[in-house]
């Protein structure tokens, strides 16, 4: 009983330090004045984010990427599937308010696509796809993990999402693209 009482202690006080670092992040994030090549790319990030990038390397692979291409389409859309009904359900369950319910951004004034912020769906979204392709082409890892990543930041930068949301993203994204490709290979 004492042990399971301590071990309750810990993962407040972790909730605790992950939730005072996240709302300091965000009160500087959302009153950044960032410069116009920063608005810019993150809202290029977070639009290509919304679906049509990833569709779009989709159709390319399918058309260029050789014996390959079936079965690593194939890992992308089950690792992205498997991520959208993971976060529907983790969101729903966690509950956690997006920063832009706290306090208004400076210069985003992007509309949520929902309520809740744990964890960023455009992230594992991202990470599912970006990774999965990348295990079948590693000659496309660096670019795709730059959009990945791209997609990521604007979350936070745009105040959607704490950076603890993006990092649980990009964590779970990662692992069901690793267990999808095992599947497809």
């Given at each position: 009983?004492?042990?399971?009482l301590?071990?309750?202690v810990?993962?407040?006080?972790?909730?605790?330090?992950?939730?005072h670092?996240?709302?300091r992040?965000m009160?500087?994030?959302?009153?950044?004045?960032a410069?116009?090549?920063?608005r810019l790319?993150?809202m290029?990030a977070?639009r290509g984010?919304?679906?049509?990038?990833?569709?779009?390397?989709?159709?390319?692979?399918?058309?260029f990427?050789?014996?390959d291409?079936f079965?690593?389409?194939g890992?992308?859309?089950?690792?992205?599937?498997?991520?959208?009904?993971?976060?529907?359900?983790l969101?729903?369950?966690?509950?956690?308010?997006?920063?832009?319910a706290?306090?208004?951004h400076?210069?985003?004034?992007?509309?949520?696509?929902?309520q809740?912020?744990?964890?960023?769906g455009?992230?594992?979204?991202a990470?599912?796809?970006?990774?999965?392709?990348?295990?079948?082409?590693?000659?496309?890892?660096?670019?795709l993990?730059f959009?990945?990543?791209?997609?990521?930041?604007?979350?936070i930068?745009l105040?959607?999402?704490f950076l603890?949301d993006?990092?649980?993203?990009?964590?779970i994204?990662?692992?069901?693209?690793?267990?999808s490709?095992?599947?497809?290979?």
């Amino acid at each position: 009983m004492a042990t399971h009482l301590r071990e309750r202690v810990l993962g407040s006080a972790m909730l605790d330090f992950i939730h005072h670092r996240d709302h300091r992040l965000m009160r500087r994030v959302n009153r950044w004045p960032a410069p116009r090549w920063v608005r810019l790319w993150m809202m290029a990030a977070t639009r290509g984010g919304d679906g049509w990038l990833w569709y779009a390397m989709g159709v390319v692979i399918l058309l260029f990427g050789g014996p390959d291409r079936f079965r690593a389409v194939g890992a992308g859309v089950l690792a992205e599937l498997t991520g959208v009904a993971l976060f529907l359900k983790l969101k729903k369950m966690a509950g956690r308010k997006r920063p832009c319910a706290y306090e208004p951004h400076c210069w985003a004034d992007l509309l949520p696509p929902d309520q809740f912020s744990f964890p960023s769906g455009h992230t594992i979204t991202a990470f599912a796809i970006a990774v999965s392709l990348s295990l079948f082409y590693p000659s496309l890892a660096i670019g795709l993990l730059f959009c990945a990543a791209s997609v990521a930041a604007s979350r936070i930068l745009l105040g959607m999402h704490f950076l603890s949301d993006v990092l649980a993203g990009a964590a779970i994204g990662s692992a069901l693209a690793y267990a999808s490709v095992a599947l497809f290979r």
